[in-house]
């Protein structure tokens, strides 16, 4: 994904956890790429990435539109990929993770370093941090040697605000969003060090722990109404905790 459409992605995420659109309103390419400054075809890009995601669906007048979740549906999708991951993550620990595929998640712990530890995050940082995140997921996944998990995790990154980076933006602040992501990459540096020393209880835990940030988000909103009316404006697009 090369840095504009990453740049475009994040940026119409952030629009729509934040409540820019309402639920059923149809997401058009061109108003869309004018209210980013962009091109239609990274627009584009990023539209059919935010419908893998499970973010938006197709508009029976063509072209997409936000839909409604409920917060059931969100966490049970998060807590499944909590698992999933979780046991990549042992399978790599306990088989032995390739020197390859070690180097590319320090690659990883390394960009992530340097976004994230800056005095002050900005939306480039933001994007590159999405990118790198993303990343480091799918080498886990593709990594693990299970096509199964492979097949399961394909699935749920359909699912809505699932997807390893889909609930990031969700801070009331940058400053706040660069401080949860601190927390989130302390656990991919914990996850790396257990796979390397071949840890798979401890490996497993850190894929399942991981996955709390986004549902701790999800839980404070829901719990907070009135804040998260002012603070997540994009909650609107939850029913509630029914299914």
Known sequence: MDSQQSRVLVQLRDLIL?????????????????????????????????????????????????RRFTSQEIADAIRVRGVIEGFAARLLAEDGAPRQLLRELHECLDAGDKVVNKPTMELDDYAGYVEMNDRFHAIIIQGCGNASVRRIMEMLDSQPFAAPSAMLPMQSSMREGQQWMQQAHRTHHALVQAIERGQGSRAQALGEEHVEIARMNLDYALERPELAAELMPGMKLVAGRGR
């Open 18 to 66: 934040k409540g820019e659109f309402g639920p059923g309103e149809r997401l058009a390419e061109i108003p869309l790429a004018e209210k980013l400054g962009a091109s239609r075809t990274p627009v584009r890009l990023a539209l059919a990435s935010l419908e893998h995601e499970g973010l938006i669906e197709p508009s029976p007048a063509g072209g997409y539109q936000m």
